[in-house]
């Protein structure tokens, strides 16, 4: 059971917009820590996808966009492409546990 | 940008003893924290430890807590992850992570490629 909660699959058609979740609690998101996403390929190194919440790597597309409201966050991936199909994280610290915390990560298929 | 790789992964049988490294390819390794971050097969991504620049600060999740020490070397721009008591479930895939700021909230920027440990007799 993952202190960060995301739903374990999402799936779009090419071109469409998808959006992935990430509920917390008062002792992570909702403490205003930071929220961070992460895109994930099977044998590859995760990569960094929206950092500070909202904001992008440099050679992140802006189709990959991050949004936090309080113990919620949300990544939203429009134009959906076939290589975006991968596992997405987002991550967190938590005050209570004192140390970074995982949602359990979503599935994303592109139908 | 830093390219880190991480070694020392194998097969190790419970409750012995195994030491993690992750070599980063120069000196400004000294001015970020580095994690430790375990993929179980089949699972999510779990975060293991943390450490400060300056090896000031270690932070542990439960699950590894007495068990793992997380060290660095600056002068050999290394990560250390030692883990002691083995047991099966901490057979995974082990990366080594950069924090992208000196906070406790910060992003992982920066990741190597992975290191598979197995647990089993």
């Known amino acids: 059971q993952s202190v960060l909660t995301q739903p374990p699959s999402v799936s779009g058609a090419p071109g469409q917009r998808v959006s992935i979740s990430c509920t917390g609690t008062?002792?992570?998101?909702?403490?205003?820590?930071?929220v961070h996403w992460y895109q994930h390929l099977p044998g590859t190194a995760p990569k960094l996808l929206i950092y500070g919440n909202i904001f992008r790597p440099s050679g992140v597309p802006d189709r990959f966009s991050g949004s936090k409201s309080g113990t919620s966050a949300s990544l939203a991936i429009t134009g959906l492409q076939a290589d975006d199909e991968a596992d997405y994280y987002c991550q967190s610290y938590d005050s209570s546990l004192t140390g970074a915390v995982f949602g359990g990560g979503t599935k994303l298929t592109v139908l | 940008q830093m390219k880190l790789e991480e070694s020392g992964g194998g097969v190790v049988q419970p409750g012995r003893s195994l030491r993690l490294s992750c070599a980063a390819s120069?000196?400004?390794?000294?001015?970020?924290?580095m994690h430790w971050v375990r993929q179980a097969p089949g699972k999510g991504l779990e975060w293991v430890a943390l450490?400060?620049?300056?090896?000031?600060?270690?932070q542990y999740a439960d699950s590894v807590r007495g068990r793992f020490t997380i060290s660095r070397d600056n002068y050999k721009n290394t990560l250390y992850l030692q883990m002691n008591r083995l047991r099966a479930e901490d057979t995974g895939v082990y990366y080594c992570a950069r924090a992208a700021l000196t906070t406790l909230d910060a992003s992982f920027d920066n990741w190597g490629q992975g290191t598979l440990v197995t647990v089993s007799s």
């Open positions: 008062s002792s992570n998101i909702g403490a205003g820590f930071d």
């Open positions: 120069d000196s400004t390794f000294s001015d970020h924290g």
């Open positions: 450490i400060w620049y300056d090896g000031s600060t270690k």
